[in-house]
């Protein structure tokens, strides 16, 4: 069953990216570095371990590792969240929401610095996307206030901040638009794809009703993986279960 080294190196022509003489400068994407405890997790997990030894049909409620502790206390406690979630990646968290919350052909207002996967996500489930514009060069900052004509003008389902961008590393005052979004009523998507597991941020804080991190850019594993955070009142809706298996989302 398992792959021996000279075999994985046949089949793969061995490891090409060769980085045991270099040092990764890249600030962002330093997740899959472990740590000691993960380390040793991993050495033991490495034979074939398989969480869903112990699944109950659940991820999330997985006792042995302990998941369940993970994402029902300590994951709400460090976004600063009531209810909080894994995914698969912060772009599936981003379509978990824009599923649940809106219908096609309905429309949500993003900022122009959005990543790439807040579109495929949007496109998913067949959304207009309309983009608050940044000043462009050489700064490209987002001013939160722009979301409020558009807001006004299209009347849109979700709104949704990059914080910060992959490309520029603008922080837009996120707060701010936690203010603009209660004063619209309108939902709002916090994507800290790049804050969450670098730099303090908290969903509370912000005013936000949904908090997105990745878990596999900025904090905390190699695997295509993400956290979501929300509000109490989102939880019915987006974490409902499947009519036909009672224990899946
Ligand atoms: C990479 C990235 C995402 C997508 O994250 P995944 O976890 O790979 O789905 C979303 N937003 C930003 C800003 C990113 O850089």
Redesign the pocket.
């Known amino acids: 069953m398992g792959m021996t080294e000279s075999n994985y190196a046949k089949i793969t022509g061995g490891l090409k990216r060769e980085h045991k003489s270099f040092i990764n400068l890249m600030p962002l994407q330093t997740g899959g570095i472990l740590t000691d405890a993960a380390r040793e997790a991993l050495m033991e997990f490495g034979d074939g371990y398989s969480v869903c030894d112990f699944c109950l049909g659940d991820l999330s409620n997985i006792t042995n590792p302990p998941i369940k502790k993970f994402v029902h206390e300590f994951l709400p406690q460090f976004l600063g969240c009531e209810v909080a979630t894994i995914t698969h990646?912060?772009?599936?968290a981003?379509f978990t929401i824009m599923h649940s919350l809106t219908k096609p052909g309905e429309t949500i207002v993003v900022d122009g610095n959005r990543?790439y996967?807040?579109i495929v996500a949007a496109e998913r489930v067949v959304l207009n996307v309309i983009e608050v514009p940044s000043s462009g060069y050489p700064e490209f900052k987002i001013d939160v206030n722009d979301y409020m004509p558009l807001i006004e003008k299209h009347h849109p389902k979700l709104i949704l901040l990059?914080y910060p961008?992959?490309n520029y590393g603008n922080l837009p005052d996120a707060r701010r638009l936690g203010k603009i979004a209660a004063e619209y009523d309108v939902p709002y998507i916090l994507?800290g794809?790049?804050a969450v597991g670098r730099m303090p941020i908290k969903m509370d804080d912000v005013g936000a009703d949904f908090i997105?991190g990745?878990?596999?850019?900025s904090m905390a594993s190699a695997g295509?993986?993400?956290v979501l955070g929300m509000k109490e009142k989102w939880e019915d809706i987006l974490l409902r279960k499947s009519a036909l298996y009672q224990n899946k989302e």
């Open positions: 990646g912060a772009r599936e981003k990543h996967t807040t990059t961008d992959g994507n794809a790049y997105i990745s878990a596999h850019k295509p993986c993400g």
